[in-house]
C-alpha cells in the first residue's frame, strides 16, 4: 500500500510559479512511476506530468510542456512538479498518483488527495 499527500497548492498571479510536493509513504519501493494530474470543474482529469520513479524519465502533457518540470527525490520519497509561467488555464486541483503494481503497469493505483491551484488572471 502507497499513501499519498500533496501540498504545496494556493493562489499565485498569472506567469507566477508554484512548487507542488508529493510525500509518499508505504510500500513505495516496487513503484514504478508517479504522476501528477489535474482537474478543474467540469472538466475530465488531465495527465500533466509522470516520472519513472528509479529511471528519473520524464513525460509531460502537451499543454504543460516547458513550463512543468516533474522530478522526484527517491531517498526522501517525495514528487515534485514545479509549474512556471503559470497561465490560468492550469487552475484546477493537483493530484499525485503511484504507478504500482497493483493492478499492473500503466494503472495507477494510489492517489493523493489533491492540492487546489489557482491562477488569478
Known amino acids: 500500500q502507497v499513501q499519498l499527500v500533496e501540498s504545496g497548492g494556493g493562489l499565485v498571479q498569472t506567469g507566477g510559479s508554484l512548487r507542488l510536493s508529493c510525500a509518499a509513504s508505504?510500500?513505495?519501493?516496487?513503484?514504478?512511476?508517479m504522476g501528477w494530474f489535474r482537474q478543474a470543474p467540469g472538466k475530465e482529469r488531465e495527465f500533466v506530468a509522470a516520472?519513472?520513479?528509479?529511471?528519473?524519465?520524464?513525460y509531460y502533457g502537451d499543454s504543460v510542456k516547458g513550463r512543468f518540470t516533474i522530478s522526484r527525490d527517491n531517498a526522501k520519497n517525495t514528487l515534485y512538479l514545479q509549474m512556471n509561467s503559470l497561465k490560468p488555464e492550469d487552475t484546477a486541483v493537483y493530484y499525485c498518483?503511484?504507478?504500482?503494481?497493483?493492478?499492473?503497469?500503466?494503472?495507477?493505483?494510489?492517489w493523493g488527495q489533491g492540492t487546489q491551484v489557482t491562477v488569478s488572471s
Open positions: 498518483a503511484a504507478d504500482t503494481p497493483v493492478r499492473g503497469i500503466g494503472t495507477y493505483d494510489y
Open positions: 508505504g510500500r513505495t519501493v516496487s513503484t514504478y512511476t
Open positions: 516520472i519513472g520513479w528509479s529511471s528519473g524519465r520524464t
